[in-house]
């Protein structure tokens, strides 16, 4: 007996014929498993995942489908795990092994060579266990057939693809593949005989009348898929659960042996402990000396506790006022208010993702958990590149070293190091890792690509649902997104509402029109006139609290953090500038240059360095395209001049006396950077108000007095368009990126700004007015403007149409009405998501780009590492061996994205690919070489140039890589 009290599944008490079936086989070995033991094995492994693993949100949304509550969801999740291959009573799957086959035929089974069933595929047996299923459900227990379904899909459905409808019709069309004619009598009676067998060691027997009636939602009949995979997935492991005829362990000692070896982290079981905001951050975050809580934060925290229930809270503040810690805080009370196991946090980039991971781990370290030797808390850092994270990869060391059986049933031995947890009882665990696990992790941070692929028809999306299902998940810049991006957000926040998951979108500028779209989608769909403040208010900071039963909104006060900054149009002439910047900071002063495109940037720092000549004022440049390593540098190079002091001392440094930094948008946002000056190319209105963020965002002196004289009334010149024309026009790049609708209308409620010398936009009193009047449908700017805006008007909405129409080829529907079976749910799908840049493609509308490794190539031919690398730098290469392990690891970090221009054509892009793979080392192709295999490897000469497909490139440490088209 089980400890809940029900049998197992067993040979005792089976015909012969029942036990002769068979349901693995390793070709190697030759080693087995009958049906019966892999249907007991899948229902032990089901029902310790609903007990020890599950989270309580899942559980509670599950039982309240059920009549039976609690108990007939967890029958039900035993259940169907048990009968997920059910399908394997059919001679379309059982005659592949022919001497096993051979086993059943003597016992009474007849069926044909496998050579001789031409059509066998048609049968999958995830298919084939549904429709038996079925049958069984109508003839021996009274259902309808339309009842069925959605209980008998999740057998369909459990390799990742429910079946369409036109799967399901053209079986029923081939009975002879599920009952073979020479004696159907015989496979119906073993297969009634092992559904039987399951429904009663399961304690579903007595239930399944009281279950005619239900009408399973579909976030139940996902979350019921994605467990039953996983259960066949852990019971499929051969180290795991040994086959036959080896085997000589009975229940319970095989389950308990398994479920010791594989060791899964429990999730977390939050409690909110009642703490006034103060005490509850004081006791969360390493906050500095005398630190009082801003009052988004302590809003923030009451808000969660007096929603009417978990729901969506979209926090909108300016930068600086805390909004990731309130986040977080607010995650813990909506965890212990839904049950919720754990937190996603997303984030729009993998720079930002990396720099998110250690504060989500040093959260962890102070989080509470209600119970008692809670253990450790599995975590996960979610992006390709994750490998290549210290922190991270120090996690996986510490974590439990266990085979795992993918969802083909390939075995991927992991390398088996020192098992145990890391600080703080935090492991990234062996079998929570990769593509389709490991964001089954409790706790994960990562790009939110992550979280929209949960919105893409693919393969497993019921493992992307249960893995956020069961967690409060954060979106941070929710503004950063497009029309195409959205389009997943919006129906991924369908879906969490559906489930119940507490959801915090934070955001320092959102539309008003934004704001109630994230809401409506919430709570699927639109709503009465108690959301209309939702879509009206204008308040700055705010916290809006949704769910299905209500609004709760809040205005809290900003921190006190204000700046007035002086806009003024400034002509889009490099010498000008040069002129200009030379004249404010004669008396000191650092600015900040932030241009939309790459190629300004570098052309801008070339001019200005020219300019100011070698003894001169200093200019760094800072963009995206550097190889990972440098720019992971220069950004802490960043924080080291012109972050908070502390960080400045903390670092050794003192900030300059004079300096330009010249920046692509990576300055926008993250970096918590202070300039006296702000130069800025025309962007979105919500844009330039981040850029505005990095002037005088520290204090600097009572009254600024640290600040160089002239420089202590923050100014930002906005330049980047032609203001001399009878309507302001934007240069191309800048068109390019962000098309002139936006820039136009930026431009439009800035003019009373521009227009007035000595009228500053107040910071943070001024963001939301500009924001929404920007992205509102009422005109601006003046009338001589009007057929301007028009015709950019026209232009934006044609293009926002089309990335929304583009974005539905894939875009999973919406949640359909109870009892709604699966069947077609991912129909015509992209196959396998992943995070590699063609599975992002798939939920971003980006331009199509193409990442490199980057080496050097000597003189003398060999290949070496770029010799300024702080680790392993300057190392050679081995040409015909796969690299030692820390060196192939550096390589791999050493990526870098080609620009735009290298890749917009086609026919360029393929001649790119064709030089590089022309040039690729065979040795490092090889399956050993896990870190290098693959992938493209641009070789620059020892002057660090190299020639590409027509395009000259030169990469230098200060500069990043420049691109010019050959002669």
């Not at 992209?830 to 490794?853: F, N």
Request: with cysteine; aromatic share 6%.
């Amino acid at each position: 007996m089980t400890d809940d009290g029900l049998r197992p599944i067993g040979p005792v008490g089976l015909s012969e014929a029942a036990r002769s079936v068979w349901a693995k086989h390793d070709r190697d070995s030759d080693g087995w498993l009958p049906l019966w033991r892999h249907m007991a094995d899948s229902a032990g492994v089901a029902g310790l995942l609903w007990d020890e693993w599950v989270p309580e949100q899942i559980r509670r949304l599950v039982a309240g489908a059920l009549p039976g509550g609690a108990d007939d969801a967890r029958r039900l999740a035993v259940w169907l795990a048990a009968t997920h291959d059910a399908g394997k009573v059919s001679p379309a799957f059982a005659c592949q092994v022919e001497h096993l086959a051979d086993g059943m035929r003597a016992a009474g089974l007849p069926m044909p060579l496998e050579k001789q069933i031409a059509d066998r595929r048609l049968a999958p047996h995830g298919l084939a266990g549904q429709l038996l299923i079925q049958r069984w459900l109508v003839e021996r227990h009274g259902w309808s057939r339309p009842a069925t379904t959605q209980f008998a899909v999740v057998a369909g459905g459990h390799h990742g693809v429910p079946p369409e409808d036109t799967d399901i019709q053209v079986l029923r069309e081939h009975p002879a593949l599920l009952c073979d004619p020479d004696g159907p009598e015989a496979w119906r009676a073993v297969q009634d005989e092992l559904l039987d067998a399951a429904a009663e060691a399961c304690g579903v027997a007595s239930r399944l009348a009281d279950w005619r009636g239900v009408k399973l939602p579909q976030p139940v009949q996902v979350l019921l898929t994605a467990l039953v995979i996983i259960a066949d997935w852990i019971a499929s492991n051969p180290e795991l659960f040994p086959y036959f005829p080896g085997e000589r362990r009975t229940d319970p000692e095989r389950l308990d042996t398994a479920w010791r070896m594989l060791d899964l982290p429990r999730p977390w079981v939050a409690e909110d402990t009642g703490e006034d905001p103060g005490a509850l951050f004081a006791s969360r975050f390493d906050l500095p000396a005398g630190a009082r809580v801003h009052p988004v934060q302590a809003e923030a925290v009451r808000v969660a506790r007096t929603m009417p229930r978990p729901g969506l809270m979209i926090v909108e503040a300016p930068m600086g006022e805390g909004k990731t810690e309130a986040a977080l805080a607010a995650a813990e009370i909506l965890a212990a208010r839904s049950g919720a196991g754990g937190c996603f946090v997303a984030l729009p980039t993998m720079a930002t993702g990396n720099a998110m991971f250690p504060r989500l781990l040093a959260w962890l370290e102070r989080l509470p958990d209600a119970r008692a030797g809670a253990g450790a808390h599995s975590v996960f850092l979610a992006h390709s590149k994750a490998a290549l994270n210290e922190r991270f990869t120090e996690l996986v060391r510490a974590g439990r070293p266990v085979s795992d059986v993918d969802r083909d049933g390939e075995e991927h031995r992991r390398s088996r190091g020192a098992a145990g947890s890391a600080a703080a009882e935090l492991v990234a665990h062996h079998w929570l890792k990769g593509r389709k696990k490991g964001m089954l992790s409790s706790f994960a941070v990562g790009t939110i690509d992550q979280l929209l692929f949960a919105g893409l028809k693919s393969r497993h999306l019921a493992l992307r649902h249960l893995a956020v299902a069961g967690k409060v998940v954060v979106v941070d810049e929710a503004h950063a997104y497009d029309a195409y991006m959205n389009s997943y957000l919006d129906r991924v926040l369908s879906w969490l509402g559906a489930y119940g998951v507490p959801v915090v979108v934070l955001s320092a500028t959102l539309p008003a029109a934004r704001r109630r779209e994230l809401a409506e989608s919430y709570t699927g769909g639109p709503a009465g006139p108690a959301f209309a403040p939702v879509g009206e208010a204008d308040a700055y900071p705010l916290i809006t609290g949704v769910a299905a039963d209500g609004v709760v909104m809040a205005a809290p006060e900003a921190s006190g953090r204000r700046t007035d900054v002086l806009v003024e149009r400034f002509d889009d002439d490099l010498g000008a500038l040069a002129a200009r910047l030379e004249t404010e900071l004669a008396g000191g002063g650092c600015a900040l240059v932030i241009r939309n495109t790459v190629r300004r940037v570098m052309e801008t720092a070339d001019h200005l360095r020219e300019h100011f000549g070698a003894d001169g004022i200093p200019v760094t440049l800072a963009h995206a395209r550097f190889i990972d390593p440098d720019r992971a540098e220069n950004d802490a190079r960043l924080l080291a001049l012109f972050g908070p002091e502390a960080k400045v001392a903390e670092a050794g440094e003192t900030r300059p006396e004079r300096h330009v930094v010249v920046a692509s948008q990576v300055a926008e946002q993250s970096l918590d950077v202070d300039f006296d000056l702000l130069v800025t190319d025309l962007a979105p209105v919500d844009l330039l108000l981040q850029r505005m963020g990095r002037l005088h965002r520290h204090r600097r002196g009572e009254g600024r007095s640290q600040r160089p004289e002239r420089l202590r009334r923050a100014r930002c010149l906005v330049t980047g368009a032609d203001w001399a024309a009878r309507v302001p026009e934007p240069v191309r790049g800048s068109r390019a990126v962000y098309g002139a609708h936006a820039l136009l209308r930026s431009a439009a409620v800035l003019e009373p700004f521009l227009a007035e010398s000595d009228r500053p936009v107040r910071l943070p009193d001024d963001i939301s007015p500009l924001v929404q009047r920007a992205y509102g449908p009422d005109p601006v700017g003046p009338d001589h403007w009007r057929e301007a805006l028009d015709h950019a008007r026209l232009a934006h909405e044609a293009e926002r149409a089309d990335k929304r129409k583009r974005a539905e080829d894939f875009l999973l529907g919406g949640v359909a009405r109870p009892g709604r079976a699966l069947v077609g749910w991912v129909r015509a799908g992209v196959g396998d998501a992943d995070d590699t840049y063609a599975g992002r493609a798939q939920v971003r509308d980006s331009r199509e780009s193409l990442e490199v490794l980057v080496v050097q190539r000597r003189a003398d031919g060999t290949l070496a590492t770029l010799p300024w690398l702080r680790r392993d730098g300057g190392r050679e290469l081995p040409a015909h061996a796969v690299p030692p392990t820390a060196l192939a690891r550096t390589v791999a970090s050493c990526g870098m994205r080609l620009p735009y221009e290298m890749c917009a054509d086609p026919r360029t892009l393929d001649r790119v690919i064709e030089e590089l793979e022309a040039q690729c080392v065979e040795a490092w192709q090889a399956k050993e070489a896990h870190w290098l295999a693959g992938e493209l490897v641009l070789a620059l000469d020892q002057d660090q140039r190299a020639h590409l497909a027509g395009f000259d490139l030169h990469y230098t440490r200060s500069d990043g890589l420049k691109v010019s088209h050959g002669d």
